[in-house]
């Protein structure tokens, strides 16, 4: 019996283990060991699964914190907002920076750790420590929009699942979202030590619901075969491991498979049976693990563990992923995180491993690789190899140092705005100017942060592959591109058109609720519309609109918790003096017939210089099922010119038309537009003022949806010397805002309503009654029950047959451990697609009809027609209220 820590022999060679063939074509030559020994990683997962309590206990073993925080005491690092602390749920997405292995303490970074035993030390010193840039993710619904920007910058995940619940509802959301995005996942089956945790009903539950073949990697460890969980079998390395108990988690004792064929024969005999079916599993998908199995005489325990650990990695960075590695714990009880950890280093990838960033530049579609290999490499530019129809021709790339993505911005109290980056290219250096081009304006970065949660430590640049803060930047947004130009000066442009390079932008769902705000006092409206922008800047979900009768402000928010929130940060944090009004639902209004063309001209003094410009635009109505899925592309038309195309929000689309442009002659652009302006500033004014006027429908000043808007931008008779951006987006606003008046009075505008996607838990004996309310009572439509019949993620996503996935047998469960077997049997899962007007106050009503045992979560599903009786209710309601 061996008594301390496990993993030094592994340790030992982890890091002479050579990359997976599928890399070695496209990994950069020689890059360097920062960006290679980084991991920039997500805890997602439904609320309460225990992402925060994981996320305390990662930070302790990697000696960055002397405690472990509680989230009922509101003590943890990452949850650091009053209302996080009060409410013991996490609001806000919150990036910390820590090493695995530990750093020995006199090289750790600020805020020192304490000193660690020395066997841990020793382990340490034995391997490389890896940079891990972690961002612990919000798990409620309202708060979705969190989730999206954080996995757009992630290039691996943790998924975190309650052992006793299972595969949750939000889970599947999050899942399918990070499978957008390609990105790599494992899976923690988290709460093992609770009564009713059933390991194998979740893990088949990983196959049915998440669509993916579970590998089972760990196995839990009941004591005596049923009685409390201790520990886990390591079914890679083939040993068990033993927490203490009551302890922090560190003392651990391995044992062998012929310990503990002396000790507990069954445990031993089911983790070979766990390795069997692990060595199959991945057999089915990676040839190399073939090889050694037939090597090794065709027989799963001599395969050594380190080659199963590399087949891993590989089927785990496999695009889709289809083998998911599962590991088990509890992390409340300080049980499993370190091998958790130690999965991470492993198995996700480093961001040299991640496929292309993709972008924009000059309306075309490429890959940033593409774009650097254009022009020969520099020290601070990784050039990659050209890949077939992604080539492009920009001699000024040379210039470009550094291109980064702003997917977050927080208002500080002490340190001011901070806007959240992430590095694809180059580095950014403090000092150095900024361009953002999505705004066409330019920046200094006075100083870099490096966050860890809510503290800070200031560094002098910001690497490829790197999650970092700037300060000080007065008009970054989220989603907006930030690149260093070299030459760049505060008032230029980069040339050869970089000033059009955008990465992939990160899309906003749409709000569904909405309150109103009005100031007490006139002398309190300026700093209530501060307050507001703040609001905005930081959280985009968050939409406001000014109701042009009433002159009342609206806020919408993507819930009621969302827009709870935004309200005491606006009345407690901001100090504004504002009276907050009911929240509400917000609807949408569509066209039914399209309108001819119509010509504004616009020549009035705008801030006090005269100006002048002409648009004509027609407006049409879309079908519901059409959706644009480019945010923008190009169209060429005969003649050889060309129509730019715009999706908008609510689904709708921008078609500008450029009858005297070339897309193949540049000059003409040149010489048909005003030397002060520029095509790519056109078209940004034309798309402001069409989507201002798409803001306030004309039937009952609902946001327009489902609408095509068209424009004709003819350059020699539109443009003029006195045309400034104002005055388009204003001419534009006004053609299209006439336009939605004119369909509105030939045929009237239909009213559309959110309908919300539900997921409800109830047991067995509740559920005919909820299904019968579902149906009737509020007009819904029950998709399935237990996600049967849902709808994947994709079209090629593998329908997966629980029973032919392995589990190991559950304590205290009854029959062959099928999906519903054991203790938690009885709860049904029903979706469900319901106008959300009818799920307001639902929870209160759920809970009478279930004996207060049934919950539920809802996502925004689409927003459709409503009945001409329908209609009529809501718009009485509306004029009562």
Known sequence: MRVGWVWCARRVVRHNVKAPRRLLSTAVPQPDLLSKSTRNIGIIAHIDAGKTTTTERMLYYSGYTRRIGDVDEGSTVTDFLPAER????????????????????NTQSPPQPPRLPATFDTIARSSIPHNVNLIDTPGHADFTFEVLRSLRVLDGAVCILDGVAGVEAQTEKVWTQAGHYRIPRIIFVNKLDRVGAAFSRTVKEIGARLHAWPAVCQIPWWQGGNGDFVGVGDVVNLRGMLWQAGGDGSQIRAFGLEELDKTDKKFAEEIRKARVALVEILSEHDDVMVEHFLEQDEDHLAIPGIQVMQSLRRVVLQAPQTIIPVFAGASFRNVGVQPLLDAVVDLLPSPLERPDPEI???????????????????????????????????????????????????????????????????????????YNTNLAVAERAPRLLKMYA?????????????????????????????????????????????????????????????????????????????????????????????????????????????????????????????????????????ISTGTPPYTYELDKPIAGKQA?????????????????????????????????IFKLPDNNTLHISH????????????????????????????????????????????????????????????????????????????????????????????????????????HESSLGAVVQDISSSRGGQVLSLDGADTPT?????????????????????????????????????????????????????????????????????????????????????????
């Not at 827009?563 to 901001?574: H, K, S, V």
């Not at 079908?623 to 129509?643: L, P, R, W």
């Not at 897309?663 to 798309?687: C, E, F, M, T």
Request: proline content about 7%; charged content about 20%; hydrophobic content about 40%.
């Open 454 to 590: 809510n503290d800070a430590v200031e560094v002098d640049s910001i690497g490829a592959g790197q999650i970092g803060v700037i300060t000080g930047l007065k008009h970054a947004r989220t989603g907006d591109t930030l690149i260093v130009y070299r030459g760049l000066q505060m008032k230029g442009t980069p040339a050869g058109g970089l000033n059009t390079l955008q990465l992939r932008p990160i899309n906003v769902p749409p709000p569904v609720f909405f309150t109103s705000i009005e100031p007490n006092s006139l002398s309190e409206q300026k700093h209530v519309q501060e307050s507001l922008g703040i609001l905005l800047r930081e959280d985009p979900s968050l939409h406001l609109s000014v109701d042009e009768e009433s002159g009342q402000t609206h806020l919408a928010g993507m819930g009621d918790l969302h827009l709870e929130i935004a309200r005491d940060r606006l009345l407690n944090e901001f100090k504004a003096k504002a009276r907050i009004g009911k929240i509400e639902i917000g609807y949408r209004e569509t």
């Open 793 to 881: 993620d994709g079209d090629d996503a593998p329908r997966i047959d629980p029973n032919l996935i392995y589990t190991p047998p559950d304590p205290f469960a009854s029959g062959t451990g099928g999906m519903h077997s054991g203790l938690a049997d009885s709860q049904r899962q029903i979706v469900a697609r319901v106008p959300l007007k009818e799920m307001v106050g639902y929870l209160n009503h759920l809970r009478a009809l279930t004996g207060g045992r049934g919950t539920f979560v809802m996502t925004v599903d689409g927003f459709e027609r409503m009945a001409s009786q329908r209609q009529k209710e809501v718009l009485d309601a509306l004029r009562e209220f």
């Open 612 to 644: 002048r410009a002409v648009i004509t635009a027609s407006v049409e109505p879309i079908d519901d099922s059409t959706v644009i899925s480019a945010s923008q592309e190009e169209i060429e038309m005969e003649g050889g010119a060309f129509e730019s």
């Open 360 to 434: 924009s530049i000059a309306n075309q579609s490429s890959t940033l690789s593409a774009l650097l290999s254009s022009a020969p490499a520099t020290k601070s530019v990784i050039k990659q190899p050209k890949k077939a129809g992604h080539e492009l021709a920009v001699s000024e790339v040379k210039n470009l140092t550094a291109c980064a993505l702003a997917f977050k911005v927080v208002n500080d109290a002490k340190r001011g705005v901070l806007v959240y980056v992430r590095v694809y290219s180059g580095s950014i250096d403090r000092g150095s100017t900024l």
């Open 659 to 762: 009858p005297t442009l070339s897309r193949r002659d540049s000059a003409s652009h040149k010489n048909s537009i005003p030397p002060h302006l520029s095509l790519p500033g056109v078209l940004h004014s034309i798309q402001a003022g069409v989507s201002a006027a798409l803001a306030r429908g004309p039937f009952n000043g609902f946001p327009v949806a489902n609408t095509s808007i068209s424009i004709a931008l003819d350059a020699q008779t539109n443009l003029f010397p006195e045309t400034t951006p104002t005055a388009i987006s204003q001419a534009a606003r006004a053609a299209v805002s006439h336009g939605l008046r004119s369909a509105s009075s030939t045929a009237p505008s239909v009213l559309m309503e959110p309908v919300m996607m539900v997921t409800i838990f109830v």
């Open 86 to 105: 009060a409410r013991g749920i996490t609001i806000q997405s919150a990036a910390i920076t820590f090493h695995w292995p530990p750093l020995p303490p």
